[in-house]
C-alpha cells in the first residue's frame, strides 16, 4: 500500500478570468501534518476544497487513498474542519458529534462507543449536554475537531481553525493540536497564513504565492534554507541585500554588494552564472555585533541607528553604507545610538537566490 495519501498533478482552477490554482503537482504522505501557507488568495483555500471535494479543478487530477476524488468518493477519505466551526445550534455537544456516524447508519452501541472515546480524547467530558452557544471558543472548536474525527477519516482537512480564537488561546490549540495528531495519526492538512502557527504545527510547509507552490519542507528547511526572496520574506524576518555574482569559491558564491564581498550558500536550484543578479537573504539573529563579529567569514562596518529592547532580544538597526540591516543581539549591548560599529555574519548562515520575478 501507498504511503501517498494526497496526489495532485497538473491541478489547476479558475473563477472566470482568475486563476486561483495553476497547475500544481503535490504528494502528502500519510501521517503528516501539512500546512499550506500564503497571503490571501494565494491558493491554499481553493486547494484544500478540492482535495475535500467541495470545488473540481478545471484540469488536473486528485487521488486521495489512491483513488480520483468526485465530490462525494473524496467525503469518504476527508472530513474538514471549518473556522466558523459550522456546529448544529440546535444539537447538543453529543448529538453534534454524533451527527456523521448516525447518517452513515452506525448501530446505537457503537456510536456510543466512538463518541465517549473521543469526547475522552478531546477533553470534552462533562460538556455532552451542552449547546455550542453554552461553550468557550476554545471548546467549539474541540467539538468540531471531534465531529470530524469520530468517523475515522484518512484525512483531516482544516481550513484557518484557529482564526477566531485569541491569541493566547491559538497558541494553547497549537499545541493541542499537533498533540492530537501524533495520537490520531492520521494525515492533516492545514491552511493558514500565519507564519508562525505553520512552523510550530508542521511536518512540512507548503509555501503558496499566485495560485502557485513556491517551495515545500520541513520549517527548518524553509527558514534556513528559503529558494526565493518570497519565502524568506514571508517566514520570519530577513534582511535582504542586491547583490552580483563575482565568482565561486569552495562550494560558495561569491558577491558583490552595498556591504562588500559576501560570501554565502547558493539556494537550492538556483542556476546563475556570474555578473548575475542576485538576493542574498540574512536572518537578523544571524549577525552579530562588535566583539561577536570578528572571525566570521563575512564582515562589514556600519553606525547604529535604532535600539530597541524586545525581551530575549535587542533588536539593532544599522545603518552599512546607506543600507539598514535589522540585527538581533543576545546579551548585553556595549554600544549606543551613533557608534560605528563591526558587523559580521557567517557564509553558512546566509543563502543566495534568484531575484523575485
Given at each position: 500500500?501507498?504511503?501517498?495519501?494526497?496526489?495532485?498533478?497538473?491541478?489547476?482552477?479558475?473563477?472566470?478570468?482568475?486563476?486561483?490554482?495553476?497547475?500544481?503537482?503535490?504528494?502528502?504522505?500519510?501521517?503528516?501534518?501539512?500546512?499550506?501557507?500564503?497571503?490571501?488568495?494565494?491558493?491554499?483555500?481553493?486547494?484544500?476544497?478540492?482535495?475535500?471535494?467541495?470545488?473540481?479543478?478545471?484540469?488536473?487530477?486528485?487521488?486521495?487513498?489512491?483513488?480520483?476524488?468526485?465530490?462525494?468518493?473524496?467525503?469518504?477519505?476527508?472530513?474538514?474542519?471549518?473556522?466558523?466551526?459550522?456546529?448544529?445550534?440546535?444539537?447538543?455537544?453529543?448529538?453534534?458529534?454524533?451527527?456523521?456516524?448516525?447518517?452513515a447508519r452506525m448501530p446505537n452501541e457503537a456510536i456510543r462507543r466512538s463518541c465517549a472515546e473521543i469526547i475522552e480524547m478531546l477533553g470534552l467530558a462533562g460538556q455532552e449536554d451542552k449547546y455550542p452557544n453554552q461553550?468557550?471558543?476554545?471548546?467549539q472548536q474541540r467539538v468540531a475537531l471531534a465531529r470530524a474525527l469520530v468517523t475515522r477519516p484518512r484525512v483531516l482537512l482544516l481550513d484557518e481553525p484557529l482564526g477566531a480564537l485569541d491569541l493566547k488561546m491559538?497558541?494553547?490549540?497549537?499545541?493541542?493540536?499537533?498533540?492530537?495528531?501524533?495520537?490520531?495519526?492520521?494525515?492533516?492538512?492545514?491552511?493558514?497564513?500565519?507564519?508562525?502557527?505553520?512552523?510550530?504545527?508542521?511536518?512540512?510547509?507548503?509555501?503558496?504565492?499566485?495560485?502557485?507552490?513556491?517551495?515545500?519542507?520541513?520549517?527548518?528547511?524553509?527558514?534556513?534554507?528559503?529558494?526565493?526572496?518570497?519565502?524568506?520574506?514571508?517566514?520570519?524576518?530577513?534582511?535582504?541585500?542586491?547583490?552580483?555574482?563575482?565568482?565561486?569559491?569552495?562550494?560558495?558564491?561569491?558577491?558583490?554588494?552595498?556591504?562588500?564581498?559576501?560570501?554565502?550558500?547558493?539556494?537550492?536550484?538556483?542556476?546563475?552564472?556570474?555578473?548575475?543578479?542576485?538576493?542574498?537573504?540574512?536572518?537578523?539573529?544571524?549577525?552579530?555585533?562588535?566583539?561577536?563579529?570578528?572571525?566570521?567569514?563575512?564582515?562589514?562596518?556600519?553606525?547604529?541607528?535604532?535600539?530597541?529592547?524586545?525581551?530575549?532580544?535587542?533588536?539593532?538597526?544599522?545603518?552599512?553604507?546607506?543600507?539598514?540591516?535589522?540585527?538581533?543581539?543576545?546579551?548585553?549591548?556595549?554600544?549606543?545610538?551613533?557608534?560605528?560599529?563591526?558587523?559580521?555574519?557567517?557564509?553558512?548562515?546566509?543563502?543566495?537566490?534568484?531575484?523575485?520575478?
Amino acid at each position: 500500500m501507498t504511503d501517498i495519501d494526497v496526489r495532485l498533478r497538473g491541478v489547476t482552477k479558475r473563477f472566470a478570468d482568475f486563476v486561483a490554482v495553476d497547475a500544481i503537482d503535490l504528494d502528502i504522505r500519510h501521517g503528516r501534518f501539512v500546512t499550506l501557507l500564503g497571503p490571501s488568495g494565494c491558493g491554499k483555500t481553493t486547494t484544500l476544497r478540492m482535495i475535500g471535494g467541495f470545488e473540481h479543478p478545471d484540469a488536473g487530477d486528485i487521488q486521495v487513498g489512491g483513488e480520483p476524488v468526485t465530490g462525494s468518493s473524496s467525503r469518504h477519505h476527508t472530513r474538514m474542519v471549518f473556522q466558523s466551526y459550522a456546529l448544529f445550534p440546535h444539537m447538543k455537544v453529543s448529538e453534534n458529534i454524533a451527527f456523521g456516524l448516525r447518517m452513515a447508519r452506525m448501530p446505537n452501541e457503537a456510536i456510543r462507543r466512538s463518541c465517549a472515546e473521543i469526547i475522552e480524547m478531546l477533553g470534552l467530558a462533562g460538556q455532552e449536554d451542552k449547546y455550542p452557544n453554552q461553550l468557550s471558543g476554545g471548546q467549539q472548536q474541540r467539538v468540531a475537531l471531534a465531529r470530524a474525527l469520530v468517523t475515522r477519516p484518512r484525512v483531516l482537512l482544516l481550513d484557518e481553525p484557529l482564526g477566531a480564537l485569541d491569541l493566547k488561546m491559538r497558541k494553547r490549540m497549537q499545541i493541542e493540536l499537533k498533540n492530537l495528531q501524533r495520537e490520531v495519526g492520521i494525515t492533516f492538512i492545514y491552511v493558514t497564513h500565519d507564519q508562525e502557527e505553520a512552523m510550530n504545527l508542521s511536518d512540512e510547509i507548503v509555501v503558496m504565492d499566485r495560485g502557485r507552490i513556491v517551495q515545500s519542507g520541513t520549517p527548518e528547511q524553509i527558514y534556513g534554507s528559503p529558494a526565493t526572496p518570497y519565502v524568506a520574506d514571508f517566514i520570519g524576518e530577513t534582511n535582504l541585500v542586491e547583490a552580483v555574482i563575482a565568482s565561486r569559491r569552495d562550494g560558495r558564491i561569491v558577491t558583490s554588494s552595498a556591504l562588500g564581498e559576501i560570501v554565502a550558500r547558493p539556494a537550492v536550484g538556483l542556476e546563475a552564472r556570474d555578473g548575475d543578479p542576485v538576493v542574498v537573504a540574512i536572518r537578523p539573529e544571524n549577525l552579530a555585533l562588535g566583539e561577536g563579529a570578528e572571525g566570521l567569514s563575512n564582515q562589514t562596518r556600519g553606525t547604529i541607528r535604532q535600539i530597541s529592547f524586545l525581551g530575549a532580544v535587542t533588536r539593532v538597526i544599522v545603518d552599512c553604507g546607506g543600507l539598514p540591516l535589522s540585527i538581533d543581539h543576545r546579551g548585553r549591548l556595549a554600544a549606543s545610538a551613533g557608534d560605528l560599529v563591526p558587523v559580521g555574519f557567517s557564509g553558512d548562515d546566509v543563502v543566495v537566490m534568484a531575484p523575485q520575478v
